[in-house]
């Protein structure tokens, strides 16, 4: 009974987090990565080709195994998550460039996450690989992540007064979702997490840290501004994890799945938060001293 409440209020409460996001979402956001196309490409590439790189090498040395294994990588796959935005406004981050990111991000998202899916089983679930590319499953993920997204937008382009003043309070109840959503996938495999609770842990932590260092690092050697690299590094490293619950517990029926994704929701805003403190620091350490003015 409880999976199945699960199971159905999972859509629903990703929906209310992405009609969230939509709020907050003009399509001038979209065209904005014409202004930081190096930033963008650099954020993008990392995200969808070299996270899941490391979250494979990762899994291989942590010794995952079967849906753990597909949840893990599933996550990795997944977008940037809401709190990213806030993790890049107090580390001095270029938000507007987190915004945009989280936008393409949200948009790439229905066509890559199947991929990795189909990938996924075919590595970790004994090739059942067919269950990532079924048109059924694409529409069910095109339907959670885009869907919501696009009304929100609408919404905030017809209403927008009103789209100001419910944003406060959406991205309240969004919060509260997402720990409810995380709670639900511990509650749920409770078993499994115990059984597993050191090596889910140590991975998660090991996964945050690294993509919050690749998505900084990697664009300041790349010549990219301080502050969209923060940007970066939070959009990368601050996963969409109630997206990677409700796309393993709804879309693919395999609570299992669901475990990394609801482990990592949680551990996550540690190495987060630290890093959010750390670039903060290092950014007002950084801000040139004002110049002495030149009286008479």
Known sequence: MGTTVFAVLLPLALALVMFGLGLTLTTDDFARVLRYPKAAVIALACQMVLLPAVCLGLIRLFGLEGALAAGMLLLAASPGGASANLFSHVAGGNVALNITLTAINSVLAVFTLPV??????????????????????????????????????VVHRRF??????????????SVAVLALVIAAGVGSNLDILTEHIGELSAIC??????????????????????????????????????????????????????????????????????????????ARREQPAPAPSMAG
């Open 205 to 282: 932590l090991t996964f945050a840290v690294i993509s919050l260092a690749v998505g900084y690092f990697l664009p300041r050697l790349l010549r990219v501004e301080a502050d969209q690299a923060i940007a970066s590094a939070m959009e990368i490293g601050v996963h969409n994890a109630a997206l990677a619950i409700a796309v393993a517990a709804s879309v693919l029926d395999n609570d299992t799945m669901a475990v990394p994704g609801a482990v990592y929701g949680v551990l996550m805003n540690i190495p987060a938060a630290i890093a959010a403190y750390l670039l903060a620091r290092r």
């Open 160 to 173: 927008p007064e009103w789209s100001r003043r419910m944003r406060g309070a959406v991205k309240i109840l």
């Open 116 to 153: 990795v899916v189909a990938l996924s089983y075919a590595l970790f679930l004994d090739g059942e690989g067919a269950v990532g590319l079924r048109p059924d499953k694409f529409a069910q993920v095109f339907a959670i992540v885009l869907v919501p997204v696009a009304i929100g937008m």
